[in-house]
């Protein structure tokens, strides 16, 4: 089963050693998870200051600098992880460094009918590669928002929207999430492993799924999140991926 696992944390609680200690061994937990066949990916955020959010009302786009949540705690990063169960995605999520100051967040994601598994097409990868950039939209939007004979149609629309993306080289990966109701919280305090049941921040919209792109520059990032049905009835928050060494 595939679990994501958010990393939510205060951006100043890190001292510039231990941020780059703290990669370093997230790092490491990537290699041996990949070496286990259990990592899909992984990318810190930049910091909350660079987050653009988009909604579109009425066919109108509004555009607005900041990120989607005003909390002391700001998602710094993610992992896709692919385990047997949530036991296991819980004692993985107590292996990364940032639990320790913050908290992990995991959350299965909705099983999709096939339509991600695109086509690989040579061209479409080299121009993803020669554009560069690459963000996450994370979708928020109020539970119960879209009625049961609009969601199928809305979810249709995002799966030829990826397929559209992939064939214009701009498509990383997407997925929608399970409800709120499924996350599990995660926290270590001074070697003591704490697990909460519930999202961590109890905020009237909740995160229902994401887009990972990758394109020329944040205007063509909010143009693709205008695409994302998701806009119409929620909050696009775009933020930059945070690039990696090797």
Not at 75 to 84: Q, T
């Amino acid at each position: 089963m595939k679990y994501m696992l958010l990393i939510y944390g205060a951006e100043d609680c890190w001292s510039e050693e231990e941020r780059q200690e703290c990669m370093i061994e997230s790092m490491r937990i990537c290699d041996q998870l990949d070496a286990e066949g259990k990592w899909i990916a992984s990318a810190p955020l930049h910091c909350v200051t660079t987050a653009t959010c988009v909604r579109v009302r009425e066919g109108k786009r509004q555009i607005m600098d900041g990120p989607f949540a005003e909390t002391t705690e700001q998602l710094g990063g993610y992992y896709v992880v692919d385990v047997d169960n949530r036991d296991e995605a819980i004692a993985i999520a107590s292996r990364l460094p940032p639990a320790a100051k913050g908290t992990v967040e995991i959350r299965p994601l909705l099983p999709l009918p096939d339509p991600l598994s695109l086509p690989d097409t040579g061209a479409a990868d080299e121009n993803a590669i020669a554009r560069g950039s690459d963000y996450i939209v994370l979708l928020y939007a109020e539970e119960g928002v879209w009625p049961p004979d609009e969601h199928a149609p809305a979810l249709a629309e995002s799966v030829e929207l990826c397929h559209q993306l992939h064939a214009d080289g701009q498509f990383l990966a997407a997925a929608p999430l399970e409800p709120p109701e499924q996350a599990t919280c995660v926290r270590v305090r001074n070697g003591d492993r704490a697990v909460v049941d519930g999202p961590f921040p109890e905020t009237k919209e909740q995160l229902g799924g994401y887009f990972l792109i990758r394109v020329a520059n944040l205007d063509e990032a909010i143009a693709v999140a205008t695409r994302i049905p998701g806009s119409r009835r929620g909050t696009a928050e775009i933020r930059p991926l945070f690039p990696l060494p090797e």
